[in-house]
């Protein structure tokens, strides 16, 4: 009986935590900044590849979205777009950059 009573248990634990941290790729990915694991992570938008979500502090649950770009050395921004890398969490160039699933 005990050990079906830790079954129950376990089995309700994951599944509010599945609910928790499941991706949804109906959203566009923003985060919540109150969680301390999301500050200063550069974190994919599902919705726009040449902007990405950043939690710059855990005090505002509102994200920043930052857009690519490249500063040239003139100070100026190159008109053309970058697109962000998931997995390298960094800007890069469209020629570089490859589309991956969401989930």
Partial sequence: MKGALICVC??????LYGAEYICDP???NEPDCTNS???????RNFWDPTRYWLCNSTSSPD????KCERFLK??????SYQAFDPESKTCISWS?????PYC
Avoid: H, K, R, Y
């Fill in 37 to 43: 694991t999301n500050l200063n992570v550069p974190i």
């Fill in 63 to 66: 994200p920043q979205v930052v």
């Fill in 10 to 15: 376990l089995a309700l634990f994951m599944a």
């Fill in 74 to 79: 003139n100070g100026t921004v190159d008109q």
């Fill in 26 to 28: 109906f959203t566009d």
């Fill in 96 to 100: 570089d950059w490859t589309w991956s």
